[in-house]
């Protein structure tokens, strides 16, 4: 078991879930919402490798999917329809249960692809998962809290750069 190694695949896996919390931040989010989606993304990423490690290799061997396309179409999705909502007359802007899902799903699908070589980064196979969670689990919240001390300093128009950000790194996330 390499320990340092898990840990720096963990801090890798949760910097995409870092950078999209701090554009879902700005949506003004209780403490409540950003502990639930941090605990979904923290799911996502228990569960996404040891899908990958299960099914992984026979996906890409019958279907040929590409990954990016999938993450740069959700990604552009959620982003567009933050920027749409940021000009709706609303109080209280709330995001609802399935947008945690597709965050959670789009922040997770690289750990999917990690999970194919699950087996050879540590024998334990749900001790590099675990960490996985935890260590996404923390950077959604981080970000989140952070993306909502931005929101309050700049306010509508923090929402409006989110979204442009989520669209970005969907179209981008495809090109890379």
Do not use: Q, R, W
Not at 3 to 24: G, Q
Not at 31 to 53: A, E, W, Y
Not at 138 to 157: D, H, P, Q
């Amino acid at each position: 078991m390499n320990l340092f190694l898990v840990i720096l695949i963990s801090v890798s896996l949760s910097m995409d879930a870092f950078s999209l919390s701090l554009a879902y931040g700005t949506l003004g989010m209780s403490n409540k919402d950003k502990k639930l989606l941090s605990l979904i993304t923290g799911v996502f990423h228990f569960f996404m490798p040891l899908l990958g490690l299960l099914i992984g290799n026979i996906i890409l061997n019958f279907i040929n999917i590409n990954p990016g396309v999938v993450v740069a179409c959700i990604l552009s999705f959620i982003g567009v329809e933050m920027i749409i909502s940021s000009f709706k007359e609303e109080e209280v802007k709330k995001m609802k249960l399935p947008e945690y899902f597709l965050f959670a799903l789009a922040v997770s699908i690289d750990s999917f692809s990690v999970g194919i070589t699950l087996t050879e980064i540590n024998t334990n196979l749900f001790f590099s998962p675990l960490v996985f969670a935890l260590t996404s689990t923390f950077f959604t919240f981080a970000g989140l809290s952070l993306g909502n001390k931005i929101e309050k300093m700049v306010g509508k128009m923090s929402t409006i750069i989110g979204g442009i950000i989520l669209v970005l790194v969907g179209v981008l996330y495809n090109l890379g």
